[in-house]
């Protein structure tokens, strides 16, 4: 049966020895045109001077550079812009959705109030973190002194994360113990800082201690436990308050809901609202009354957290004065 005749009866021909021949000399070729080479080129990069291989690689890989350009712009960039401008990239895409420029002033608007809110939300950040770490230096403190050490040795002898973490303030309490300072001034001159007046009260301790001989791992630990105190009540109250917010979240979500379920059912709400005067006047009065439930809520959460958050001073502990000549730092 000829070829002709087999594919007319849908019977493929079996393939002739020529056809093989062809195949293994195509993929021998394919090899010597890329396996060889590149076999080459590593065995030289593995042998060659560290100089060589260095420049060899950053001759044949010039995108690794591109990328690393780019990673650290855009590092750059975000440092420096901050994550409140995507308020005016939203604008600009809603301002290009509706064919109107008033989302894109809208945008801009918004970008200092999401500026102040991001900025709020890391000071309070910074001042937990300060009052986790007041509480872990007058742990460590305690803990130094009820080893045997005197107070500027267990100062200086406690891990310098909690110190790192106070700043330039907690920099300068280091420095007054190591070259004989005074600690307890320097300990309320760091209770300034927002989260860390936790440690007026170390600073209280500290000088009764100094000066009469009191306990001073006692009173440390019973300020580390008031300040550990009140992070568990304000935890405690977030999470109590984690409802409301979310429910509040949900409603002020709930008009982008409605424009885009009237954007799927081809109602084109964004040209009401942006280019006829009955939508405009609805948008203007809906914004009005998004911001004033937003800051009612916001009010209401205030007032419910009231002194919880950071930045009340646990009360300094009654600690006992011994005024005999023998001072003991640990009990």
């Known amino acids: 049966m000829s070829c002709t005749a ?36 590593r065995a030289g990069l593995l042998f ?17 550079r591109w990328r690393e350009a ?20 939203a604008g600009a895409l809603v301002a290009l959705l509706g064919r109107s420029w008033i989302p894109l002033v809208a945008g801009l608007a918004a970008v200092p109030l999401a500026r102040r809110w991001l900025r709020r939300r890391a000071a309070g950040r910074l ?28 100062l200086l002898a406690v891990d310098r994360a909690a110190l790192r973490c106070l700043g330039d303030a ?6 007054a ?12 001159e760091a209770a300034l800082l927002p989260g860390a007046e936790g440690l007026a009260g170390a600073a209280a301790c500290w000088q009764v201690a100094v000066e009469g001989g009191a306990g001073l791992a006692e009173g440390l630990e019973r300020v580390a436990g008031a300040v550990r105190a009140q ?11 984690a409802g409301p917010r979310s429910t509040a979240l949900v409603l002020a979500l709930l008009p982008v809901f409605g424009l885009a379920l009237g954007t799927a059912m081809d109602a084109d709400p964004l040209w009401i ?25 916001a009010r209401i959460v205030r007032a419910a957290e009231g002194a919880a958050e950071p930045g009340g001073a646990p009360p300094a502990p009654e600690v006992e004065r011994d005024a005999r000549p023998g001072r003991s730092w640990s009990m």
């Open 6 to 41: 087999a594919v007319a009866a849908g019977i493929e021909p079996a393939a002739s020895p020529a056809a093989y021949a062809a195949a293994v000399c195509a993929g021998a070729a394919a090899w010597l045109l890329t396996g060889r080479h590149e076999g080459g080129r």
């Open 48 to 64: 060659a001077s560290g100089a060589e291989a260095r420049a060899r690689r950053s001759a044949v890989s010039p995108p690794d």
């Open 70 to 89: 780019a990673a650290a712009a855009r590092a750059r960039f975000a440092v420096r812009a901050g994550h409140e401008w995507w308020c005016l990239f």
């Open 127 to 154: 001042a937990q973190e300060r009052e986790t770490a007041a509480v872990r230096l007058c742990v460590a403190v305690a803990g130094e002194l009820r080893a045997g050490r005197q107070p500027d040795g267990a």
């Open 170 to 175: 907690g920099a300068a309490v280091l420095a």
């Open 177 to 188: 113990a190591r070259f004989g300072g005074d600690v307890p001034a320097a300990l309320r």
């Open 231 to 241: 992070g568990e009540q304000r935890a405690e109250l977030r999470a109590q308050l």
């Open 273 to 297: 609202l942006l280019h006829t005067p009955t939508g405009f006047g609805c948008l203007v009065v809906g914004a009005l009354l998004e911001w004033a439930g937003l800051l009612w809520v």
